[in-house]
């Protein structure tokens, strides 16, 4: 159905508003994460003759110019919540490759075009993506779905055993306008 077909909202008794386009016939997504620097790669599984294969990270995509540090993973339990937190010098790529999770963001950076902005991203086995998370930019995941899921972070810089490069907030903090929980 084109939008010329759509009935328009006359002919109901109730109106709303109508969804606008999200991704491409492709299934690639139209609109770039609102918070400058952020950058998203929808990834694409190949089958192959005895399951999947999802590439995760690959230079050539250009998704930063930062090497990798470290990749570690951690298991989210269904409805479990990690809580706001950030870096003030470390890059995160974050991927879920089992289960779903809901990944949010808030601009934090004073001097940023995209200061005070919240935006989410829904990633998982089924919709594989990378989402790569500048310093000051505070982010919190909630596992969604009935299943575990499993998230990967390539961070471009190991963690500090005796100088963490992290910053908390509870998910109902009154800091961000927006409620993990």
Not at 86 to 113: E, M, N
Request: charged share 20%; glycine share 8%; net charge negative.
């Amino acid at each position: 159905m084109t939008s010329n077909e759509r009935a328009g909202p006359d002919s109901w008794m109730v109106t709303g508003t109508a969804d606008r386009p999200t991704v491409t016939p492709d299934w690639l997504a139209i609109d770039p994460p609102a918070i400058e620097g952020v950058r998203i790669k929808e990834i694409r599984s190949v089958a192959t003759s005895n399951g999947y294969l999802t590439e995760i990270f690959r230079e050539e995509w250009a998704l930063d110019q930062s090497s990798v540090g470290q990749v570690f993973q951690r298991t989210m339990y269904p409805g479990a919540v990690t809580g706001w937190h950030a870096h003030a010098a470390t890059l995160d790529r974050l991927f879920c490759c089992a289960g779903s999770v809901r990944i949010s963001l808030f601009d934090g950076r004073k001097d940023s075009p995209s200061s005070g902005t919240v935006w989410h991203k829904i990633v998982g086995a089924l919709r594989p993506a990378i989402v790569t998370i500048p310093p000051g930019v505070w982010h919190g995941v909630v596992a969604l779905g009935p299943e575990t899921a499993l998230l990967l972070n390539l961070v471009d810089k190991a963690y500090a055993y005796d100088a963490p490069d992290h910053w908390r907030l509870p998910p109902d903090t009154e800091q961000i306008p927006y409620k993990l929980v």
